[in-house]
């Protein structure tokens, strides 16, 4: 029995939507394909009975996304938009250099970086993901299918955000795809705090997304350009050409909205959030929206970080310099990179870590000695790490190795409900109405997987799934 293939697509002028979705009836499996037009998309297969129902459901889903205004189309003729990337004029800095430790060049322009006790990753716009232990050592690389927007960590899990709108959990041996962002969205930030996705995009938008990335709201917020979003247990905290909005995390109500200067950073510790800004500073706002303090900068500020606690505020700027503050907003010192404007930046055990307009990932000895060394002139050589001969291929996410073995993890099975693949665990001593976060390019219907380990969301009421994944035969 031959193929029978529909191909939609729904693509507006205005730079909105552009997303395809694709039906094929096979005998009896119908499969979808959907996602960005010019990306592979996501796949799923379902079977039935017979070759009639399997038709029967195809017309349904084609109706559906008609009358939404999809219409037919030629694979290929439309070509993928353009992703957003944030455009700046690097200038060189006028102040004197950083005590830079060592740099590493990624290979292009980065805004991905994670700092922890054991590493330092960096994620640049080819995808391409390298991590280095704090004394420079490249210990491994990988590269995901699209441009890195952010790394960003939830507990024990990693995840970076990419142009392809795939979030992707970095915590096994494979990226996984842990959640499939809607393919109209333009992501500019992601953060994510006990598995709830906080989105903003390029429109000004603002989602929360549960673990199964359905949304559990979704908004257009009060400005355009929304280059930031913080989560904690409470809000979600959103930056824009407005200022700063806060969220409601379960509902999306509007808590409250300050005005500042339109915002393309954010940063937040327990009790306050921090906006840098296009009007040259870094604004200090409490939790509930009353702005506290302001750090005057020379030039649009790109980047911020602070010390525990915020008893020192870092900033980057648009010229190649980075800024230290005291808490009070005293300016300490001005120095330059050396290495392009900070997009993204952490600080750690007196060290700051920048990544660049130029791609490097940058660590500055930000402790007081250094510093007042460096005021005078006096500064390290630089150590420049050596990249890896050649660059990895694009990860097989959706490849997954079979095992016969249980006994070495966690067992959890793929079952569907309410039209929809979900992930229950088998093993004694869990939930079993509980779902699992869990990849979503490797879910087919009844199969068994080994998972390394599974732990409860600090929210409650799902589980997470931890490390390697093994399909059981």
């Not at 200090?284 to 010390?307: H, M, N, P, Q």
């Not at 300016?331 to 997009?343: D, E, I, P, Q, V």
């Not at 490797?442 to 969301?457: K, M, Q």
Request: with cysteine; aromatic share 10%.
């Amino acid at each position: 029995m031959s193929q029978e293939t529909t191909y939609l697509e729904l693509s507006e002028v205005d730079g909105g939507a552009h997303k395809f979705y694709e039906v094929v009836v096979d005998d009896t499996a119908m499969t979808v394909r959907y996602g960005r037009i010019g990306d592979q998309g996501q796949v799923k297969t379902t079977s039935f009975a017979d070759n009639a129902r399997a038709r029967a459901a195809a017309a349904k889903k084609i109706g559906e996304k008609v009358r939404k205004g999809y219409a037919p189309a030629v694979r290929g003729v439309r070509q993928k938009r353009a992703v957003s990337r944030r455009q700046i004029v690097s200038t060189r800095s006028t102040a004197r250099t950083a005590p830079v430790l060592w740099r590493y060049h990624s290979g292009a322009p980065a805004f991905g970086i994670f700092i922890d006790g054991r590493t330092c990753m960096v994620g640049n716009e080819h995808g391409v993901i390298t991590t280095l232990d704090h004394d420079a050592r490249a210990l491994n690389q990988i590269r995901l299918p699209d441009g890195v927007k952010c790394i960003v960590a939830d507990d024990a899990w990693i995840y970076a955000g990419c142009d392809d709108g795939n979030v992707y959990d970095l915590s096994g041996k494979v990226p996984r795809v842990a959640y499939a962002i809607a393919p109209d969205i333009d992501i500019y930030w992601l953060d994510i705090h006990d598995g709830v996705l906080g989105v903003s995009d390029r429109e000004g938008g603002i989602a929360a997304i549960d673990h199964e990335d359905e949304f559990l709201w979704r908004r257009p917020g009060r400005g355009r350009s929304a280059w930031m979003v913080r989560c904690d247990t409470d809000a979600l905290y959103h930056g824009h050409s407005q200022g700063v909005t806060g969220y409601d995390w379960r509902t999306g109500r509007e808590l409250w909205h300050t005005r500042t200067g339109a915002v393309l950073f954010g940063w937040q510790e327990r009790n306050t959030v921090f906006a840098g800004t296009g009007t040259r500073e870094v604004v200090r706002l409490r939790k509930d929206g009353r702005a506290e303090r302001t750090y005057r900068c020379d030039a649009a500020v790109f980047s911020c970080a602070t010390a525990e606690g915020g008893r020192y505020v870092f900033a980057g700027d648009s010229a190649s310099s980075i800024y230290c503050f005291d808490e009070a907003g005293n300016r300490l010192w001005k120095l330059g990179t050396g290495c392009g404007s900070a997009y993204s930046m952490q600080y750690h055990e007196e060290r700051l870590y920048v990544v660049t307009t130029s791609g490097h990932l940058a660590c500055i000895d930000a402790s007081e000695p250094a510093i007042r060394a460096a005021q005078s002139g006096d500064v390290p050589e630089v150590v420049d790490v050596k990249a890896p001969a050649r660059l990895p291929e694009t990860a097989a996410w959706t490849s997954v190795e079979v095992t016969t073995d249980d006994r070495a993890g966690v067992v959890v099975q793929c079952v569907e409900q309410g039209g929809r693949l979900r992930i229950h665990v088998l093993s004694d001593g869990y939930h079993r109405d509980w779902s699992v976060q869990f990849p979503k390019g490797i879910r087919e219907p009844g199969a068994r997987y080994l998972v390394t380990e599974v732990r409860e969301s600090g929210r409650g009421g799902f589980y997470r799934a931890y490390g390697d994944i093994h399909r059981l035969r």
